[in-house]
């Protein structure tokens, strides 16, 4: 029965996903990581400071956007942030993000530019023939898997 509501439900006052945001201890840095991992762009105005000021928006709440348009990433300063010890499940990852690339080539291209970034890989089934991944964590411990989609 909630399927029948949920078709019946109309598609324009359905929310529409904004942004998935990430809890972290040093926002600026993590914001950093992604933006180089995905190309993203700051939203205006959450830009790095120039040199020598103070980087009040990066001690709180940074955004950064596709140039494509769709969902956002933010990154939410916390003071402290229990790390995901995935795969064991002592503290859950909670969310992940999926990221995919089109041949097992580009995966181990990105898997290279994660490693430059600082991610740490925290599980490798490239080899697999039916679905090759690899599973990350970024900066903050958050982790996040690139697979062949």
Not at 101 to 114: T, W
């Amino acid at each position: 029965m909630a399927a029948e509501v949920i078709d019946m439900v109309d598609r324009e006052s359905v929310p529409r996903l904004c942004s998935v945001v990430l809890d972290c201890t040093d926002a600026r840095s993590l914001a950093e990581f992604y933006r180089s991992l995905l190309g993203l762009v700051y939203r205006p105005g959450d830009e790095p400071p120039q040199a020598g000021h103070a980087d009040e928006r990066g001690r709180d709440w940074l955004v950064l956007r596709n140039p494509d348009g769709g969902p956002q990433l933010a990154f939410q300063q916390v003071d402290e942030l229990p790390e995901s010890t995935w795969p064991e499940n002592r503290v859950p990852q909670q969310l992940h993000l999926d990221l995919t690339v089109a041949s097992v080539e580009e995966l181990q291209v990105q898997h290279e530019r994660v490693m430059r970034l600082g991610g740490r890989l925290l599980y490798d089934r490239s080899d697999d023939p039916d679905e090759p991944l690899r599973v990350y964590a970024d900066l903050a411990g958050h982790p996040f898997c690139i697979f062949v989609g």
